[in-house]
């Protein structure tokens, strides 16, 4: 098939995937409009081309060669509305997370500065539900606006249809593949609310931060803490962190009392998955081209010269040791593209 001007033949993903995985795309395309956007997923549908919807590539594990179209949205607008005390932000879908944070906070704008510094583009956002201190996507997200790959058809999602839990959503489970994400709708608030319940946040900011201030110093321990992708090649959290029966929590915590445990307010206890990697000797280990982050455990480095193999090989050595040790099964966190 000849493909449309705006689509690239064989296109090169390494650059466009934060692990740096080496990946080839059949062809790609960036539509930076609704229309053009729609007249590439119905191309695609005419022609029988498979579609793969990429976003910042931070939470994807590319194949090496993947057929039919990848489709990054760049629909790149966003723009804000007031409606009596509250006030809503309406976000296209290739708009850059972190941008948008630090551009809603200097605002003096609240509901999303302790999510600063998430890789990514905003449209990937609901798919896992971003998450980070305390805060979700979901706490401020009302509505997410989708796109039918079937007919071209926009519609708005009400938060409740999205279903969101602890990295999870609709969008990895019942409309996986069959809608794009165009536009999020966030309820923000120019009330001071600020969320420094997790870890040191309410140590290391000062006496009545502002939003801005909160989603700066977010992004300071975030630094101190993860690999900078452009450094070192990564996607943040490898693993999801396990929730466990109460009866398993229980037996863990007789044998190891310091381990960190959160119980759920919908049964279950969460454990912490970086704690369990780091207490079975893996910190700073290496698997080939692969290897687990000196300072933060949950997270699996690229060195360079590996590709999604090596990765599975590595992230299965890493499950088995926790399974082994703590009898605990460990879920991968980033997606997994098909070929
Ligand atoms: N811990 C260790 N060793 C490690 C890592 C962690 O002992 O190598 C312990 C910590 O001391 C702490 C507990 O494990 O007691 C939890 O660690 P941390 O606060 O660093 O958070 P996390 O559970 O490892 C989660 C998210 C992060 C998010 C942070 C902060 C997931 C899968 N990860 O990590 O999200 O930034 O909380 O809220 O839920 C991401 O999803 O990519 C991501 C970075």
Redesign the pocket.
Known sequence: MQPPAPWHRECDLTHRNTLRLPSRAQFFAAPTTLSTLRDCLMLARREGVPVTLLGGG??VLLPPALGGVAVRPALGQWWLERNGKRTRAYVGAGVSWHALVMALSARGLWGVE?LAL?PGDCGAAPV?N??????ELADTLSAVQVMSLADGKARWLSRRACRFG??DSVFKRELAGSVVIIRLALELSFAPQPVLG??DLAARVGHAPTALEVAQTVSA??RE??PDPQRLPN???????PVVDEAAARRLLQRYPEM?HFAQASGGVKL????L???CGL?GQRFGAFG??Q?????LVHFGGGDRTGLKHAAGQVAGAVRERFGVALEV?PRTISA
């Open positions: 931070s939470n302790n998430i896992q971003i998450g980070a201190y305390g805060v602890y990295r997790y870890g321990i975030r803490k993860l996607a943040g959290s490898f693993f999801k962190n960190p912490a998955a970086g704690w990697i780091d207490r910190k687990v982050h300072r933060q455990a949950l997270v966190e």
